[in-house]
């Protein structure tokens, strides 16, 4: 334990900068500890913890860079491929996603106490054609308020973090066994959770094929659009698609045919918002496989913005 307190004595900036950085770059390294540890280990000391503020909210606007410049170059690719990857799929889907929709760049000063979002919401802002300038300003004051209240519990609770620390201390090699298992616990916890959604959202999908071919023979089923109204503008959608962002926008009589699709991995917002309507009485609500991108690439009619109207 003398060596991870040396460690963080010595080198506490660059601890916060690698531990921040990580973390917002979607390794699920907690950062806000290393934060709280070296704002209280100065506070203790009497040095100004403005530095420390200073190198969280530049590690944060770094990682965060990234996934702009990602989303910009690569798009919903990315997006998907993050939500695919995601200790917390349920952050990728619907919810988030539709914060996103609403409130634009302005979403990235709150984004990062959004479990899961920040990620998410920077990359959308590159896939969105978001101006570098306005990325900067929304991001840099989301990290500095983000890393502004780590700094500030670091200060206010000095003296019990510094009694947690002396008490390790006095753990010797147990108490750096006791953090390294709790930083092993939490990624664990936050896999288990992942596949505990991924378990509650299996349910039957309905091919493309499947779809054409149902609507081919005179069946008419409400088929809901979920995705970011970007995206409909940029991709086109299904004919006869209904646009909703949430279950509150299904302001329709329950129906025994509902089809929804989004545009992200295993069909998550999709199958989220067929759960939730499921319990509202609608009848059989299936995903479509492969989202709206399967239904594209397989050859199907699709609706544009240039169209409508």
């Not at 200060?155 to 066994?177: H, I, N, P, T, W």
Request: glycine share 10%; aromatic share 8%.
């Amino acid at each position: 334990m003398d060596t991870l307190l040396y460690l963080i004595a010595t080198y506490g900036l660059l601890v916060v900068a690698v531990s921040v950085f990580f973390d917002q770059g979607g390794i699920p390294v907690p950062a806000y500890p290393p934060i709280i540890v070296t704002t209280s280990m100065a506070a203790q000391a009497g040095e100004s913890v403005l530095p420390i503020l200073a190198v969280a909210t530049a590690a944060a606007v770094a990682a965060d860079w990234f996934w702009f410049i990602g989303g910009r170059r690569l798009g919903a690719r990315l997006v998907r491929l993050m939500c695919k990857l995601s200790l917390s799929p349920d952050s990728c889907v619907l919810r988030t996603r539709g914060i996103y929709g609403r409130w634009g760049p302005v979403s990235l000063t709150v984004a990062k106490f959004v479990p899961g979002f920040a990620a998410v919401a920077t990359t959308m802002a590159g896939e969105t054609g978001v101006s570098t300038r306005r990325f900067l300003l929304f991001d840099g004051i989301g990290a500095v308020l983000w890393s502004g209240l780590a700094v500030a519990i670091g200060v206010a609770f000095k003296d019990v973090v510094g009694s947690v620390l002396l008490q390790l201390d006095e753990l010797g090699r147990y108490g750096l066994m006791l953090v390294l298992v709790a930083i092993v616990g939490f990624v664990l916890w936050k896999w288990l959770n992942r596949h505990r959604v991924l378990r509650q959202l299996r349910m039957a999908r309905i091919t493309p094929d499947e779809l054409h071919e149902m609507i081919e023979n005179g069946g008419s089923p409400l088929i809901l659009d979920v995705r970011a109204a970007d995206q409909r503008e940029r991709t086109g959608w299904i004919p006869g698609a209904v646009f909703v962002n949430s279950v509150r926008d299904v302001e329709l009589a329950a129906q025994e045919q509902v089809i929804i699709y989004c545009d992200c991995p295993n069909e998550l917002s999709a199958a989220v918002l067929a759960r939730e309507l499921q319990k509202r009485g609608f009848g059989r609500v299936r995903p479509l496989a492969g989202g709206f991108t399967a239904w594209r690439d397989a050859g199907r009619a699709v609706a544009l913005s240039s169209q409508a109207g």
